[in-house]
C-alpha cells in the first residue's frame, strides 16, 4: 500500500493498495499517515495523530480496503502528555496483533493491540522509559512477544542532553 497525498484536502491522505502487476485493487481515505505496515496476511495497520485531540490513533484496513475492527472508525492507543507525539514504530507479531511504539516529549511508550482491535497494555499504553527517552523501535520475536529499544540521555534541566545517549533494549 501506498499513501498518497489528496490534492483537495491538504490533511486527508489516501491509502492505495497496488498488486504485483501495477493494479489498483482499492483506495481508503484516511485523515492522516504517519507510519503505515503490511501485516503479511493483506491488512494495513495506519498510525498517525490526530491534530485536533492529540490521541495516536491506529487504523487497520483488511484486504478490500475497510476498517477491520470498528465501523466508526480508527483506535485510539495513546494520547498527547507531555508535548509532541513522534518517533513511530509498529510491527506485527505475525498472528494479526501488532506492537505499536512512541515518543511522547523524553517518555517512550509502547502498546499491544489485539487482532481484533483490543488494547491489551491498557487504555494507553505503558511507560517504558519516563523523561529520558528517545528514537523508540519495536521489533517481532519468534514467540508473539516484541523487542524493544530506545535511546536514553541524561538530560539537563532545559531539556538538553549533557551525556551521550545510550541505547537501552
Known sequence: ?????????????II????????????????GVDYIMGDNLGSVLVIWVEAKSNDLLLLKLNEQGKS???ER??????????????????VSDGISNCYITW????????????IYGE???????????????SRPCIAADASGGAI???QYAELDEHGGSHTPPQLYT
Open 1 to 13: 500500500s501506498i499513501p498518497l497525498e489528496d490534492q483537495q484536502k491538504d490533511l486527508t491522505k
Open 16 to 31: 492505495t493498495h497496488v498488486d504485483s502487476q501495477g493494479n489498483i485493487l482499492w483506495q481508503e481515505k484516511v485523515d
Open 68 to 70: 477491520a475492527w470498528y
Open 73 to 90: 472508525g480508527p483506535l485510539r492507543i495513546g494520547h498527547c502528555l507531555n508535548g509532541n507525539l513522534d518517533s513511530f514504530s509498529l
Open 103 to 114: 515518543q511522547d516529549g523524553h517518555n517512550v511508550f509502547a502498546q499491544k493491540v489485539s
Open 119 to 133: 488494547l491489551l497494555w491498557g487504555d494507553t499504553g505503558v511507560l517504558v522509559c519516563k523523561d529520558r527517552g
Open 148 to 150: 524493544l529499544s530506545w
